[in-house]
């Protein structure tokens, strides 16, 4: 039966993206993050795995349903065999209807996670019915950590969490953590170590920078050879009219 329903749903599957993206305006692109000229901009998604340690867990709420199900329905049939059939034959198809639509909106939920990041800020997208974004600046953040469960560390992928300043208050979203719109989320990724260590390398950047520093590097920019050749040239007869004056 678990065969027959992961078929059906992945037959069904394939045609419904298209459908829902179509329907509702999903855009199937990763989003755009803006960044200076020469930013370096990763684009990644949660790790397959994710999607599997997702499956599991469905399954394993499927698994109980079904057992409650044949118990239920035995204890039917013994005191009426027609009506346990018919008892049967009805929480079997109240059961498989919901697991396919369950099983469909994993991967809807898998496909429609996209994570940027760039030189400046963290950018987080996900959801089909409402689409949420979420663009954290590494200024903004306070800590970087990796959330790890007995069940992730199996199937081999993590969770990076990011707070930033202010994150005991605001409205929660989907798919963050306790701690409101002042987090983000990053799920299901293999590689949880390197991204929380990229993220917190670029914190210490942009707080040592700082605001003012961005701009008196573009100052020094300003200045071309020729016109520092000009500034010493106004400086060397600065000096000679100043000696010849003390003569």
Avoid: C
């Amino acid at each position: 039966m678990t065969a027959q329903i992961e078929h059906t749903s992945a037959r069904l599957y394939q045609g419904l993206w298209g459908i829902l993206a179509r329907w509702f305006r999903v855009p199937v692109e990763p989003p755009a993050l803006p960044g200076a000229p020469g930013d370096a901009i990763s684009t990644f998604r949660p790790d397959p795995s994710w999607l599997r340690y997702l499956q599991f867990r469905f399954w394993i709420g499927i698994a109980f349903a079904i057992l409650v199900i044949f118990a239920n329905s035995l204890a039917v049939l013994i005191a009426e065999f027609s009506v346990g059939v018919v008892v049967f034959l009805a929480e079997v198809l109240f059961t498989i209807v919901p697991a396919v639509v369950a099983f469909v909106a994993l991967h809807l939920r898998y496909d429609s996670t996209w994570y940027v990041m760039s030189d400046r800020s963290l950018r987080i997208r996900r959801g089909i019915w409402v689409i949420h974004e979420t663009t954290i600046t590494y200024e903004n953040i306070q800590n970087v950590s990796v959330n790890q469960g007995p069940l992730q560390r199996f199937f081999g992928i993590a969770d990076v969490l990011v707070q930033t300043a202010g994150g005991g208050g605001g409205q929660q979203q989907p798919g963050q953590p306790a701690g409101g719109t002042h987090s983000g989320l990053i799920e299901g990724i293999k590689d949880a170590p390197r991204i929380r260590d990229v993220l917190a390398s670029r914190m210490r950047h942009s707080r040592s920078a700082g605001l003012g520093d961005e701009h008196h590097e573009h100052d020094h920019d300003a200045w071309s050879p020729q016109q520092i050749d000009l500034l010493r040239d106004i400086r060397d007869v600065a000096q000679s009219l100043a000696a010849a004056g003390r003569h």
